[in-house]
C-alpha cells in the first residue's frame, strides 16, 4: 500500500460544478495534511492545510479531513477552467517527512 | 516578501558528471526541504536542512547530498549522474522544522536537470 494515494484522473467536471478530490494514507499517526494545486510546468502551490477533523472552508474551497477512515478530501465549488490543475495531497509522517500523493488532475471545461 | 527562488532554471549535464543545485529561501524561513518530481514516480523527499543542520533524509543513493548555509540558503548536490536523474528538482521553505508537526512548506519554481 502506498503511503499516500490518489486517484490521478484525470478528474472532468463542467464550469460550475463541485470538483471532489480524494486522498487516502497508510500512517494513522498522522496530525497534518495538505492540499497542493501544480499548474502545468509550475511548482506546486500550498492552497489548505488542515489538522482536525471535519471541515475547514477557505472560499471556493473545502478540505475534509476523517482521521479514522484515513481519509482526506478537497471540495472546489464553483469550479472555474483556471482550476484545472493537478491536485497532490501531502499527509506529514511521523512528525518529520512530508509525503505526497502523485496527484489528481482536474480538468474544467467551459 | 520575495519567494523562494532556485538556480539555476535549467541544466543540461552529462552520465557521469556531477551537478550542484542552489536555493534561496523565503527570507526569515530556516527549513529548506529539497524534492524531486518525475512523471512517474511524483514528488519524492530527498532532505530536509534547519539550522544548517540535516533533519530527514529520504531513500535516495548517497550520491545526492545537500547542505544549508548560516543564511539559511541551501546547495544540493549530485554526483556521479545517471539517466534516471533527469528530473525537476524543487526546493521548498518553511518557518520551522518539519519535527514540530508543522510544515507548511513553499515551494521554489524548481530546477530542470536532464541528464544526457
Known amino acids: 500500500q502506498k503511503e499516500v494515494e490518489q486517484n490521478s484522473g484525470p478528474l472532468s467536471v463542467p464550469e460550475g460544478a463541485i470538483a471532489s478530490l480524494n486522498c487516502t494514507y497508510s500512517?494513522?499517526?498522522?496530525?497534518?495534511f495538505f492540499w497542493y494545486r501544480q499548474y502545468s510546468g509550475k511548482s506546486p502551490e500550498l492552497i489548505m492545510s488542515i489538522y482536525s477533523n471535519g471541515d475547514k472552508e477557505d472560499g471556493r474551497f473545502t478540505a475534509q479531513l476523517n482521521k479514522a477512515s484515513q481519509y482526506v478530501s478537497l471540495l472546489i465549488r464553483d469550479s472555474q477552467p483556471s482550476d484545472s490543475a493537478t491536485y497532490l495531497c501531502a499527509v506529514l509522517y511521523n512528525t518529520d517527512k512530508l509525503i505526497f500523493g502523485t496527484g489528481t488532475r482536474l480538468q474544467v471545461f467551459p | 516578501k520575495a519567494g523562494v527562488t532556485q538556480t539555476p532554471r535549467y541544466l543540461i549535464k552529462t552520465r557521469g558528471q556531477q551537478v550542484t543545485l542552489s536555493c534561496s529561501p523565503i527570507s526569515g524561513h530556516r527549513s529548506v526541504s529539497w524534492y524531486q518530481q518525475t512523471p512517474g514516480q511524483g514528488l519524492q523527499f530527498l532532505f530536509e536542512y534547519f539550522s544548517e543542520t540535516q533533519r530527514n533524509k529520504g531513500n535516495f543513493p548517497g550520491r545526492f547530498s545537500g547542505r544549508q548555509f548560516s543564511n539559511s540558503r541551501s546547495e544540493m548536490n549530485v554526483s556521479t549522474l545517471e539517466l534516471g536523474d533527469s528530473a525537476l528538482y524543487l526546493c521548498?521553505?518553511?518557518?520551522?522544522?518539519?519535527?514540530?508537526?508543522?510544515?507548511?512548506?513553499?515551494f521554489g519554481p524548481g530546477t530542470r536537470l536532464t541528464v544526457l
Open positions: 500512517d494513522r499517526g498522522s496530525q497534518s
Open positions: 521548498a521553505s518553511s518557518p520551522q522544522v518539519s519535527g514540530r508537526g508543522y510544515s507548511e512548506q513553499f
